[in-house]
């Protein structure tokens, strides 16, 4: 049976299965804790996030990100992660360059040749579903959760919106951050202008701020968040250090795992040696992006007061 009640922050109508009653959840529109009310009719008891109680930001951000985020690695709960990761990132590097060709002759003479781009879609299947877990270490991690979240197939069909929601997901998040220089590379092709160090810097400024866009999507579930400028820009002047140490992390992390992905897979006359310390230095990548998405839902979890939502 379920529980109905108004939102005690945003008054949005709730409903939670009555054996959650007593716990603290999230409003799935404005995402402030409350207490699910005993039952129905009684009113949800509010509930301050640690940074509203403070009075401002909550302290322990640098030691949370450069001391305990390398605890994940040391933790039990976390072994099954970690070997999904693996199990992806392995599965991505081996059939990676496993594109065919099907070559079809015909009675007259001529022959078809179809390509098979299998490494291409093995290659986005697996982008999709670990930028989707990214995500959920950034929600977790944003709500005091300090292990990694269970990955969850139930079912090819689930299985399958997850892979297209991560790819989908990125693209927006990557589309709302570089949106400035989007708009300028169109407005100088129509006007036949050619301004190339404009271009430059609008677009290492959207790769600046898509920490945020990212915490935004991950969050709010919402891309119009993510492209509204006082959601955006008010953390980061709030919050500049914070913010670039995040940022960096995260770009770092994104420029490992680019330098893996045009170095690695397995080909023919490759040593074994040279393959494992690729498949090494892969896995390694995905996970230094595990602790850069960890540092996002930090600066959430630290400096809420800042966001606007």
């Given amino acids: 049976m379920a529980i109905s009640f108004n939102c005690p922050w945003c008054g949005n109508l709730c409903a939670f299965h009555d054996k959650y009653a007593g716990r603290s959840a999230r409003c799935y529109k404005c995402w402030r804790l409350f207490v699910i009310p005993l039952g129905e009719g009684a009113k949800a008891e509010k509930i301050k996030e640690k940074a509203e109680i403070a009075g401002g930001p909550f302290s322990g951000f640098y030691r949370a990100v450069f001391v305990d985020s390398w605890k994940l690695?040391?933790?039990?709960k976390n072994v099954t992660g970690f070997v999904f990761i693996a199990a992806i990132v392995c599965f991505k590097f081996l059939f990676r360059h496993q594109n065919y060709n099907v070559t079809i002759n015909l009675p007259s003479g001529y022959s078809i040749t179809f390509n098979w781009p299998i490494g291409l879609i093995i290659t986005v299947i697996s982008f999709g579903f670990l930028f989707w877990y990214y995500m959920q270490i950034v929600y977790s991690t944003a709500f005091e959760t300090d292990n990694l979240p269970v990955a969850t197939i139930n079912g090819f069909r689930r299985f399958l919106q997850k892979v297209f929601g991560g790819v989908y997901t990125f693209f927006m998040a990557i589309a709302a951050a570089e949106l400035p220089c989007i708009i300028a590379a169109l407005i100088l092709?129509?006007?036949?202008?050619?301004?190339?160090?404009?271009?430059?810097?609008?677009?290492?400024a959207g790769l600046f701020i898509f920490?945020?866009?990212?915490?935004?999507?991950?969050?709010?579930?919402?891309?119009?968040?993510a492209i509204r400028p006082d959601s955006i820009f008010v953390p980061i002047v709030r919050a500049?250090?914070?913010?670039?140490?995040?940022?960096?992390?995260?770009?770092?992390a994104a420029a490992i795992q680019w330098i893996t992905f045009g170095h690695y897979g397995v080909k023919?006359?490759?040593?074994?040696?040279?393959?494992?310390?690729?498949?090494?230095?892969d896995i390694g990548a995905a996970l230094f992006m595990i602790v850069a998405m960890r540092t996002i839902g930090l600066f959430?979890?630290?400096?809420?007061?800042?966001?606007?939502w």
Avoid: N
Wanted: proline share 3%.
């Fill in 240 to 252: 500049t250090k914070p913010y670039l140490v995040t940022a960096g992390i995260l770009m770092t």
């Fill in 189 to 204: 092709k129509t006007m036949e202008v050619e301004m190339d160090w404009l271009l430059w810097i609008l677009g290492i």
């Fill in 268 to 281: 023919i006359g490759q040593s074994m040696c040279l393959t494992s310390w690729l498949l090494a230095a």
């Fill in 300 to 308: 959430y979890r630290h400096y809420s007061c800042y966001l606007r």
């Fill in 211 to 225: 920490p945020m866009v990212v915490l935004s999507i991950s969050i709010c579930k919402d891309l119009l968040m």
């Fill in 73 to 76: 690695f040391a933790r039990g």
